[in-house]
């Protein structure tokens, strides 16, 4: 009797847990909307998300308090064009030494969960940067996508994204798959 209604008692909070985490991801949060000074163009652009968070099974038992990598992203768009652009964070002041950096035309690739696939190559020539108290390395990396692109995002959840580093290429799974459709969705109604 005791196991029935704790289990039902859990149910109800993840229940509840997982409708409120539903509702919080699906606000639009737009970061910023009007013209770029820089560009002199329109831009919206939304609020950054979690997109993941990675250990190597080998770190594990070494890394309890934090993951080794972890990313955001968002998205934007000016001038006709989507960009997105993902922050990640290399808990390591030797990421430099161990990942390299992500170079201008370095491959990104796009794992969705119908199976389908697509790569675009990193805009940016951002230098990896260590963080104030030198315990991790900061990089950015930024794509466009096409028509194409845009239609596959904005029908099917996002499995994992592929990152070529200067030392390596990685794949890291994504715990928030419907970034690109709520992102998507809050673009097109600005």
Not at 24 to 45: K, R, T
Not at 114 to 140: C, Q
């Amino acid at each position: 009797m005791y196991k029935v209604t704790l289990i039902l008692l859990m149910s109800a909070y993840f229940s509840i847990n997982a409708l409120a985490q539903y509702a919080s991801i699906h606000n639009c949060d737009v970061a910023f909307e009007g013209v770029d000074p820089n560009l002199d163009e329109y831009l919206v652009e939304m609020g950054k998300e979690k997109l993941f968070y990675f250990t190597p099974s080998y770190l594990e038992r070494l890394l309890t308090e934090f993951p080794l990598v972890e990313a955001e992203g968002n998205l934007h768009r000016t001038s006709g064009y989507v960009f997105f652009a993902m922050n990640l964070k290399v808990n390591s002041a030797r990421a430099k030494k161990d990942y390299g950096s992500i170079k201008k035309g370095s491959m990104l690739k796009f794992f969705l969960m119908d199976g389908n696939s697509f790569y675009s190559f990193n805009l940016t020539n951002y230098k990896p940067k260590i963080n104030e108290d030198r315990t991790a390395t900061l990089y950015i990396a930024s794509c466009s996508f096409d028509k194409d692109e845009i239609k596959m995002l904005e029908n099917s959840f996002i499995d994992k994204i592929g990152v070529t580093w200067s030392n390596g290429y990685e794949e890291y799974e994504i715990f928030n798959p419907d970034f690109f459709i709520n992102q998507m969705q809050c673009l097109e109604s600005k």
